[in-house]
């Protein structure tokens, strides 16, 4: 028996309780369920379940077994649909969930291209700052940046992307450039309220330390494009993305604040409901938003001309 075809044959064993009814699923007799199983536990070592003439009880080995075992099967389903499933021509509706700003820069020209390699799809854009519930809001992906909302869905990421300190150069004239974390204490900071745990507290981190500082100033909210027009105009040091800052640092119009100093980063992400049966509209998306952002990447070290 082979490895992967007994895994099958547990699992499905498991899913049926008793050997019967797991033998009639199989189109054979409880004797020969009883048989394979018993050869499944000879060839381990260990003894996966424990039998009566009513029910089956896993063992320790069992549940172990159990467990990776059908995540074996999964990753295997997985990757046998992408393959049989890459010769498909993506068609039909495909419903995708951004966020505001972000999917208006970057989402929608992404898309004008998608459709332009992929006429038979018809695309569906929601732009929203609040976070979907994909399957009960029927969408198929959800382009997020930073923080993914829910950790039982699938991911990809897009493309790494950072956040930044930065000010106008006015201001930082008037009120002079911060050398250290503990500096930022003593500015006017531009906030962008998003929850109330983390209102107002930056997290930056070197090779050497971590530092959390508590900024402060007369200008706070809970939208991106009116905290950076605010920065624009000399009104405080403003944290943001990369894909949004990076235009106005080229310029100049921008200067990076804390350059030696990271924060935690705000990651391009894909996110669906499922690993299994992924339609090929879907799949398609993903990997051209994937080389849409390879396309504007630069060299290492250089990403913010990327943007």
Same mark, same amino acid.
């Given at each position: 028996?082979?490895?992967?075809?007994?895994?099958?044959?547990?699992?499905?064993?498991?899913?049926?309780?008793?050997?019967? /009814?797991?033998?009639?699923?199989?189109?054979?007799?409880?004797? $020969?369920?009883?048989?394979?199983?018993?050869? +499944? &536990?000879?060839?381990? #070592?260990?003894?996966?379940?424990?039998?009566?003439?009513?029910?089956?009880?896993?063992?320790?080995?069992?549940?172990?077994?159990?467990?990776?075992?059908?995540?074996?099967?999964?990753?295997?389903?997985?990757?046998?649909?992408?393959?049989?499933?890459?010769?498909? %021509?993506?068609? #039909?509706?495909?419903?995708?969930?951004?966020?505001?700003?972000?999917?208006?820069?970057?989402?929608?020209?992404?898309?004008? /291209?998608?459709?332009?390699?992929?006429? &038979?799809?018809?695309?569906?854009?929601?732009?929203?700052? /609040?976070?979907?519930?994909?399957?009960?809001? #029927?969408?198929?992906?959800?382009? /997020?940046?930073?923080?993914?909302?829910?950790?039982?869905?699938? %991911?990809?990421?897009?493309?790494?992307?950072?956040?930044?300190?930065?000010?106008?150069?006015?201001? +930082? @004239?008037?009120?002079? $450039?911060? %050398?250290?974390?503990?500096?930022?204490?003593?500015?006017?900071?531009?906030?962008?309220?998003?929850?109330?745990?983390?209102?107002? $507290?930056?997290?930056?981190? =070197?090779?050497? @330390?971590?530092? *959390?500082?508590?900024?402060?100033?007369?200008?706070? $909210?809970?939208?991106?494009?009116?905290?950076?027009?605010?920065?624009?105009?000399?009104?405080?040091? +403003?944290?943001? =993305?990369?894909?949004?800052?990076?235009?106005?640092?080229?310029?100049? *119009?921008?200067?990076?604040?804390?350059?030696?100093?990271?924060?935690?980063?705000?990651?391009?992400?894909?996110?669906?409901?499922?690993?299994?049966?992924?339609?090929?509209?879907?799949?398609?998306?993903?990997?051209? +938003?994937?080389?849409?952002?390879?396309?504007?990447? *630069?060299?290492? #070290?250089?990403?913010?001309?990327?943007?």
């Amino acid at each position: 028996m082979e490895p992967v075809s007994d895994l099958r044959f547990f699992v499905l064993l498991t899913q049926h309780g008793t050997l019967a /009814r797991a033998a009639q699923e199989l189109g054979i007799t409880p004797s $020969t369920v009883s048989k394979r199983l018993a050869a +499944l &536990e000879h060839r381990l #070592g260990v003894r996966l379940m424990n039998r009566s003439t009513r029910r089956i009880s896993l063992t320790a080995e069992g549940e172990a077994y159990l467990s990776e075992g059908a995540r074996i099967l999964e990753d295997i389903d997985v990757l046998e649909h992408g393959i049989a499933g890459s010769r498909a %021509m993506p068609r #039909g509706l495909l419903r995708v969930h951004a966020t505001l700003g972000f999917g208006r820069r970057h989402i929608v020209p992404a898309i004008s /291209r998608f459709i332009q390699a992929y006429p &038979e799809v018809e695309v569906q854009l929601h732009l929203s700052d /609040r976070p979907p519930n994909l399957v009960e809001q #029927g969408f198929d992906v959800a382009i /997020r940046v930073g923080e993914i909302p829910d950790s039982r869905l699938t %991911m990809r990421t897009i493309a790494f992307n950072r956040r930044l300190l930065c000010a106008a150069p006015d201001y +930082l @004239r008037s009120a002079g $450039t911060p %050398m250290q974390p503990s500096d930022l204490a003593v500015h006017r900071c531009i906030v962008i309220r998003e929850s109330d745990e983390t209102y107002g $507290t930056w997290h930056l981190s =070197s090779d050497a @330390r971590s530092e *959390s500082v508590k900024v402060r100033g007369n200008l706070s $909210t809970n939208d991106g494009g009116s905290a950076l027009a605010w920065a624009l105009e000399g009104h405080g040091i +403003l944290l943001r =993305s990369e894909w949004e800052l990076a235009p106005y640092l080229r310029s100049g *119009s921008l200067v990076h604040v804390l350059p030696d100093w990271r924060l935690p980063p705000a990651n391009i992400v894909a996110l669906y409901p499922t690993r299994r049966n992924v339609p090929a509209r879907t799949r398609a998306f993903v990997d051209h +938003l994937a080389d849409w952002y390879e396309e504007h990447r *630069s060299s290492p #070290g250089q990403a913010i001309s990327a943007w």
